[in-house]
């Protein structure tokens, strides 16, 4: 086995190991959560290396190959997914560790740690699984461990972790419904050879219609983002971090597989432009819901919304032809530098909430009613999500905006600048309060440093993407799989 397949192996399998350990000894968890995420980075830095080498590779796990066995498939896409995966789980488990409970633990607590690492290991499984099944049955896991760790708030957050629950299962019954029939049709559930002999008629139309419809359900892609913004607004900052810098990112990324995979056959034409009209209406809809947002997280949460409809103008604009890699590469970036940056925003947030004791916009401010650290990390991650250079957001951002022009796209054109002026103006709102004196001045606490300087590190992680955008660019290479 080359590096890249025993990175595979300890991706996909120390975590829910690691979880079990903390089932059993709850008062472990920290401790081996903290050394799966350096084993975890480690091995996600060898399969983004093999991947960048190498390019792409399938690993057939216990030597049988499809449709008898189950295989991994790693390319330059889904290393950069493990590899964010590992950044944004790894740092906001840091974050949870280092953080001075604000009331005694409850019996329920006990339970975070093995939940948390349980999501830890679904993600990394359903960036390698390479078959129709083995993806749905990773979704559920995310799913399942995702709605645990927001009902474990307790309070308001339960309803929107059964608001999640309950749009989660929809979507899964309604994705696995579109695989049962592809599998009725072709009698096969790889991806790669059921990219060989799928062909256009209407019972595979009708599948990947409903495979769709799942998907954006659980990615929460409008008009099908409902349950978003209060399950991310009202779980612990951990729990927003991961939900909104990785685990929707999940849904998109399995809709790229299928798109352009095996339902490329199917996306000239209308597919292509209401999955970018999807994305054109989130990124102006989230946008502007976030601008008329009162709280902090909540702006957040509908950013959220927002952003990952750039990553759904991927559709036309590739299926344009025009400057399609860069068009590729660009809304996949942009991606990335999304869960680096809004897992800071919301780290970021919760040391602004420790210390002010509240998210309400309009009472936050003062310079010296707030960590100045988290504000800083607030402000670098903003820079990104605007798209300012040379963050990760720029990069991206820019090769989409280059393809819309040369395809002479100008609805996506003025999309990608609507929503840019749109993200500068609620992100300028939010950071308005530490400018603003606070009369009469408030009392606050102090968290400690260190959770504020783990947001830091995430928003210089947004910056350094556009830094390093060359290599990443070569990892997400065009057609998928390449590298």
């Known amino acids: ?117 349980f999501l830890w290991g679904g993600l990394n499984a359903l960036f390698l699984a390479a078959d129709l099944f083995n993806l749905y049955v990773t979704l559920e896991f995310v799913s399942l461990a995702a709605v645990g760790l927001i009902a474990l708030a307790g309070g308001p957050a339960l309803a929107a972790a059964w608001r999640y629950f309950l749009a989660t299962l929809l979507g899964s019954s309604i994705y696995l419904l579109g695989v049962a029939l592809l599998y009725g049709q072709y009698g096969v559930l ?74 490329a056959v199917l996306l000239d034409g209308g597919p292509a432009l209401v999955l970018g009209g999807l994305g054109a209406a989130a990124i102006l809809w989230g946008g502007t819901q976030a601008l008329l947002q009162r709280r902090l997280k909540m702006l957040i949460a509908y950013s959220t919304v927002s952003q990952l409809g750039y990553g759904m103008l991927v559709f036309p604009l590739v299926g344009s032809g025009v400057l399609a890699e860069r068009a590729w590469r660009g809304a996949l970036l942009l991606v990335l530098a999304h869960g680096l940056a809004k897992a800071a925003l919301f780290l970021a947030a919760g040391c602004i909430v420790r210390a002010r004791g509240h998210d309400r916009i309009g009472r936050l401010g003062g310079p010296q009613n707030g960590p100045a650290w988290a504000w800083l990390a607030f402000a670098l991650a903003s820079a990104s999500l605007i798209g300012l250079p040379p963050t990760g957001g720029f990069a991206g951002k820019w090769w989409l905006l280059q393809s819309a022009l040369a395809a002479q796209a100008w609805i996506w054109v003025a999309v990608i600048l609507s929503g840019t002026v749109l993200t500068a103006a609620y992100l300028f709102r939010a950071l308005a309060g530490p400018l603003t004196p606070a009369v009469p001045p408030v009392a606050v606490s102090r968290p400690p440093t260190a959770l504020a300087m783990i947001a830091l590190a995430l928003a210089l992680g947004a910056w350094a993407l556009g830094l390093l955008s060359a290599p990443f660019g070569r990892l997400l290479a065009y057609p998928l799989g390449g590298a």
């Open 1 to 117: 086995m080359n590096g890249g397949d025993i990175g595979a192996v300890i991706l996909a399998v120390l975590p829910l190991a690691a979880a079990i350990g903390a089932f059993v000894r709850p008062g472990a968890g920290p401790t081996l959560t903290l050394g799966t995420g350096l084993l975890t980075l480690g091995a996600a830095l060898a399969v983004a290396r093999q991947a960048l080498e190498t390019g792409s590779w399938r690993q057939e796990l216990g030597g049988w190959g499809a449709p008898l066995g189950i295989g991994w498939r790693l390319d330059g896409l889904s290393a950069c997914m493990l590899l964010l995966t590992a950044l944004v789980v790894g740092a906001a488990a840091v974050y949870r560790a280092a953080e001075k409970p604000e009331k005694p633990p409850s019996e329920a607590d006990r339970y975070f740690w093995p939940l948390w690492l």
């Open 190 to 263: 790889d991806l790669e050879q059921m990219a060989g002999v799928l062909s256009s008629g209407p019972t595979t139309v009708l599948a990947a219609a409903l495979a769709t419809l799942g998907l954006l359900l659980k990615g929460a892609v409008f008009p099908l983002h409902f349950w978003l913004p209060a399950a991310h607004g009202r779980a612990p900052a951990t729990v927003s971090a991961v939900l909104s810098g990785v685990v929707v990112a999940g849904a998109f990324y399995l809709m790229v597989r299928l798109w352009f995979g095996p339902f």
